[in-house]
């Protein structure tokens, strides 16, 4: 069972952070790799489409990047 971690980033210019378990922090940095862009950037981009709690957002980006590969 992963728990819960705090994590700092920087989204349009202000700092925050986010509490996220560990699979998912590395789900994040693997697809902004894959996509070449920083973390921040690709938070950004999670932050400006989502609905509701940006952890929770952050979460369903993960587990939707992943099920599309999945269904390829």
Not at 15 to 25: K, R
Not at 40 to 67: C, H, P, W
Request: glycine residues 4%; without cysteine.
């Amino acid at each position: 069972m992963s728990r819960l971690k705090k994590h700092s980033v920087l989204l349009q210019g202000h700092a925050t952070s986010v509490t996220i378990e560990d699979p998912f922090w590395s789900g994040l940095k693997e697809i902004a790799k894959v996509q070449n862009i920083s973390m921040n950037t690709l938070i950004s981009a999670i932050d400006d489409q989502r609905e509701g709690n940006l952890s929770s957002a952050l979460r369903l980006f993960v587990l939707k990047y992943y099920k599309d590969q999945v269904s390829l």
